[in-house]
């Protein structure tokens, strides 16, 4: 491990950052709707009908996180949930017409939220942090490769 003394306070703040910005969402959304959600309905509507499995891999959840997300979705008629017929174990989630109305609302929000996150970042320091979180799960897919 390097000896630099900032590289075990590094993840803190991520971390740090991370929940911050998602005590910020939930400030703002006050539709009962989790950032995962929100990503959730998000990849569906650019998507169209997908399976669960699919869904876990993109949000970095397991299949059962994406299920209990689902029920809450499909209780106030955001998406619904299909059987493949060729495999009942598979399951599909499509985006309805209110969880499209609910994703237009929540756009915008988002887009406030990312402006009073990054709008003080000067357009360099933006090029700067999406390389080095590039450049990070650049080494992390490495790493789970070796």
């Known amino acids: 491990m390097s ?26 959304v006050d539709e009962e709707m ?10 569906l509507r650019k998507q169209g009908s997908t399976q669960v499995n699919e869904l876990a891999e993109k949000l970095g959840v397991t299949a059962g996180a994406i299920t209990g997300m689902a029920d809450k ?22 985006i309805t017409e209110e969880g499209n109305r609910c994703v237009d609302t929540l756009v915008e929000k988002q887009g ?6 990054f709008g003080t970042l000067s357009p360099e320091d933006m090029e700067h942090l999406q390389r080095i979180f590039s450049e990070m799960l ?5 790493i789970k490769e070796e």
């Open 73 to 94: 979705l499909m209780d106030r008629g955001r998406v619904v949930r299909t059987r493949i017929s060729t495999d009942r174990r598979a399951v599909l989630l499509e």
């Open 138 to 142: 650049d080494r992390l897919e490495q």
């Open 34 to 43: 989790s950032m995962n959600q929100f990503r959730l309905l998000c990849i």
């Open 3 to 28: 000896e630099h003394p900032m590289l075990l306070d590094l993840p803190i703040l991520f971390k740090k950052l991370i929940k911050r910005a998602t005590q910020e969402w939930n400030r703002r």
């Open 112 to 117: 406030e939220m990312l402006a009073a996150l």
